[in-house]
């Protein structure tokens, strides 16, 4: 006989989730109560061109920003996010857990405004400011938050087709090497490009960097190789070790999730 399914509960558990949404994006809006204070969120010319801007000619579609964020709001962006609650962070093995930071799960496509109301509104604002900067090419609609332990990383893989070819993904706390490897094959040998991420940077991976696949290794160190694409800007030669915070890292990774037809 197949197990009986309880109807009742499933809706009484989905109904919890929403109002727990729904009071978390309130509580949230407590943050920022002057609004960002040393973040450009418009375009003054300090986009792909900027000075702070890191052309990465080596892969084609592969963008980094320094100072992306000002310090202060950094602050205030990482106390806001890890002010939620534990039940909506999932932990995965290699020392690091994520949380979806709004919207539906993950793995679900984009239900538009009903998604859209769950952000609060300061994540609104950073969504817009990634497409009035020039970051990215089109409004990001979903964000996933990762924390890490200090040595903690992340298996090389590819975001898959649920998103856009368009993922920005803004540091907050600590550094760490992401690597991109080709899109299929045993990971072996050296990455096609690297690149530190350092606090408030934003690194973009569009097209070709998107369909490789990306990581970071479990380590106490990270050792800057020639495919560092970012080393020579960020004053680094080949071999120079770069320690890890022992506080760990933040990550905020802003996506564009494909829309429910
Ligand atoms: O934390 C990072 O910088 C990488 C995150 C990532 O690759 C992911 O969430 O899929």
Known sequence: MAPSIDVRALVRAAKTRES???STSER??????????DTTLDDDGCGVASEKSIPIATVDGLSYEREWLGERDADELERALLASPSSWWTSWSNARRV?????????????GEEDLKHFPAYLRALMRAM??????DAEPNHVLVNEYES??????????AVYAEDVSILTLRGTALIEF???????TGRPIASVLLEPRSVLTYKGT????????RETDADVVTEETANARALGLNPGARVERNPRGR????????????
């Open 181 to 187: 490897w080709p899109s299929e094959g045993e990971i």
């Open 20 to 22: 727990e949404v729904t």
């Open 99 to 111: 949380m979806n930071a709004g919207g539906n799960a993950p793995s679900q496509l984009f239900r």
């Open 151 to 160: 040595r903690g990383g992340i298996t090389p893989h590819s975001d898959g």
């Open 250 to 261: 933040v990550s905020v990774v802003f996506v564009r999730k494909r829309t429910v037809v």
């Open 28 to 37: 949230h809006d407590r943050f920022f109560p002057d609004g960002f204070v």
């Open 131 to 136: 497409v009035n900067r020039k970051t990215s």
């Open 209 to 216: 960097a998107y369909r490789l696949r990306h990581g970071i």
